[in-house]
């Protein structure tokens, strides 16, 4: 079985500063774990991938993920944000053979970044 | 290369009609998933096709159904609509199967209004 904790339902920041958006998964194999943002009235477009090539994952828009395996966490940073960051932001994770095959969502983060 | 294609993006249906929603794959991808986003439930798994056989079903009732085509494109249909059904229909193509950490591509959705 497999699962994903988005730990903050939204998250408030200002111009410039920076962002995290903390994931916590479950998986009892080395999952596939994914960021997606979605924009409002728009598809989820992907951000970033790790399938265990490297522990630290660089993604579009100068976002970039850390897979950490002791703390089952995959958190989502970026060093400045701007203000077209402005998104929901899905945590997902895959790959858990013998079981549903089926992607697991984490409920989402709502960026706010103020001027 | 053209992104995963849905149609129609906007309808509004009548309660107990059927609706039918199409989705055009990213060329060369062999599955299609559909999930349904609603601000209650989140992102949820509808579907899954991979050379027109279903591989997976989520948790929705037998109102809900899909079928996919010896191109890949696929369709889903919902009968006798419910205001509950009222969501943002989402689309995903990939490589292969969904679930075993390939990467899934959205199209923009298609938004079902039911009243």
């Known amino acids: 079985a497999q699962s994903v904790t988005q730990l903050d339902s939204h998250v408030s920041v200002s111009e410039g500063t920076p962002v995290l958006l903390r994931c916590n998964y479950s998986?009892?194999?080395?999952?596939?774990l994914f960021w997606y943002v979605q924009h409002p009235n728009k598809g989820l477009q992907l951000l970033l991938k790790y399938t265990s090539a490297a522990t630290l994952v660089k993604g579009i828009n100068g976002f970039e993920a850390e897979f950490k395996k002791s703390e089952t966490s995959f958190h989502l940073t970026k060093p400045s944000a701007h203000m077209s960051d402005a998104a929901e932001y899905f945590c997902v994770v895959s790959g858990a053979p013998g079981g549903s095959y089926i992607p697991t969502f984490g409920r989402g983060t709502s960026l706010i970044v103020h001027p | 290369k053209a992104g995963v294609t849905q149609t129609p993006r906007y309808l509004i249906k009548t309660r107990g009609q059927q609706v039918t929603l199409s989705c055009s794959p990213i060329?060369?991808?062999?599955?299609v998933s559909w999930y349904q986003q609603t601000p209650g439930q989140g992102l949820q798994f509808l579907f899954e096709?991979?050379?027109?056989?279903?591989?997976n079903k989520g948790n929705f009732p037998g109102r809900f159904s899909g079928r996919q085509f010896s191109n890949s494109r696929s369709e889903m249909n919902v009968s006798t609509l419910e205001l509950g059904d009222s969501a943002l229909y989402l689309c995903?193509?990939?490589?292969?199967?969904?679930?075993?950490?390939?990467?899934?591509?959205f199209g923009e959705g298609s938004w079902l209004t039911v009243v």
């Open positions: 096709y991979f050379s027109e056989t279903q591989r």
């Open positions: 995903a193509s990939s490589l292969g199967t969904a679930g075993t950490g390939n990467t899934i591509y």
């Open positions: 998986s009892s194999y080395s999952p596939s």
């Open positions: 060329s060369g991808h062999r599955s």
